[in-house]
């Protein structure tokens, strides 16, 4: 992830870290901070897509775009690219985007994106050879034969980020639109109590049978941050 979207243009300063607990204060202490945006990669279960139809049943279709934009957000049309999305949400949002570099790939792509409603900037990401050649480039580093864009895949991806003006959001291209959970404060990073209570936890214990108790919970979750880089 980190090789990706350095490749397209995010600064060498920030990079992706493994979050090994969201409860172990000295597991959470170990990764850099602050963490600015979450990446949560999880199975898709029937009690995931039972919340998220429910949840999304009563929300209107989002429309949003251009320079007042609360958050950028992106559609998801492209079989399978649940993971780029979320990467794509993770770097395109409060503190990572500024630190785009100046004239990148990244940088045209989201200074093209930001005039474009939902599907037009879906069929941006689609038609555009810089994501796809960067894409390639990092699956080639992966230990695991990529699935074929045909193949069902039950793991998704989603991303929770701070925005610029303080607001957590969990951003997924599958649902109608960016999801506010609530305002943080100057001083509270994605990995603080009140984002993960707001984020990752109250999405595992509400929609995924993981953390709910359910017999036969699937465990094939994992948590990467977005963070500074030490030497």
Known sequence: MSHLVHQLGLSPSLGFTDVYSIDEPDLISIVPRPSHALLLVFPISPTYEATRKSEDSNRSEYTGHGPNEPITWFKQTIRNACGLI??????????????ILPGSDLETLLREAEPLPPVERADLLYESKALESAHADAARLGDTTAPQADDSVDLHFVAFVKGEDGRLWELDGRRKGPLERGRLGEDEDMLSEKALDWGVRRFLKVENEIAAGQSGGDLRFSLISLGPVFD
């Open 86 to 99: 979320g990467l794509l949400h993770a770097v395109s949002n409060g503190v990572p985007r500024k630190n």
